[in-house]
């Protein structure tokens, strides 16, 4: 069983659209948990972190429930440019320097005009 | 300006070459990685250095070999270069968090280094 795993997609919704993305983790001690973005043919990027009370930023709407091990992203009104692959990222830091951030293999997502 | 940023972006080359690729990073950060992602897409590390320092080394072959002149460069060698090593190689960087004990996380990834193995 992966470490971090999610559903591949691809999902293909029209623009306008709500959509959301799932993430389990197995290990009950990692401590903290990221999205990324990647575009096709480029590097990962930060899309936002997320917190145990759940964060929002714009249109974009990350949870945690730790209990569950279980991380969401929501995105409304779902545009054009948020097509791409939305990786799920858990830092099971071990409290000393050996820290290891752990990439789900990602949920690709296709918007249609 | 490029934070982290690593050289070559494409590299073609023959089964049973040698090859490097060369990462640096402007941001001042500790730690350095080397990751993997295959034609699959699944993104996997391969080495951290913090501070020069190999602090993970996952189960990759000797044929790969990171070398960390100074806490901003973290190069990748590789030697005998087969098939199966073909795939896209991101350099990152991290700092590590407030209480200096735990990277936040937030990884600044270069561009990538496409290899292909003939």
């Known amino acids: 069983r992966k470490e971090v795993e999610q559903d591949p997609g691809p999902f293909n919704v029209p623009e306008g659209a709500t959509v959301a993305f799932n993430c389990t983790y197995s290990?009950?001690?990692?401590?903290?948990f990221f999205w990324y973005r990647q575009d096709c043919r480029k590097e990962p990027k930060l899309l936002m972190s997320v917190y145990s009370s759940g964060n929002e930023d714009g249109r974009f709407t990350a949870q945690l429930n730790r209990a569950s091990q279980y991380i969401s992203l929501l995105i409304r009104d779902s545009k054009l440019s948020d097509s791409a692959t939305y990786l799920c990222?858990?830092?099971?830091?071990?409290?000393?320097?050996?820290?290891?951030?752990?990439f789900g293999s990602g949920t690709r997502l296709s918007i249609r005009p | 300006d490029t934070a982290v940023s690593q050289t070559p972006k494409y590299l073609v080359t023959q089964m049973g070459n040698d090859k490097s690729i060369k990462c640096e990073q402007n941001?001042?950060?500790?730690?350095m990685y080397w990751y993997k992602q295959d034609s699959k897409k699944f993104l996997k590390i391969m080495f951290s250095y913090n501070n020069k320092e190999l602090i993970i080394n996952e189960t990759v072959p000797n044929r790969f070999s990171p070398k960390s002149p100074d806490k901003a460069h973290l190069n990748l060698h590789i030697n005998s270069l087969e098939l199966g090593d073909s795939a896209v190689y991101f350099c990152?960087?991290?700092?590590?968090?407030?209480?200096?004990?735990?990277?936040?996380?937030?990884?600044?990834f270069g561009e990538g280094s496409r290899l292909t193995v003939l």
């Open positions: 290990n009950s001690a990692s401590q903290s």
């Open positions: 990222v858990v830092n099971r830091g071990s409290g000393s320097s050996a820290s290891k951030i752990i």
């Open positions: 990152a960087s991290s700092q590590k968090g407030g209480r200096g004990q735990v990277d936040t996380g937030e990884l600044f």
């Open positions: 941001l001042g950060h500790d730690t």
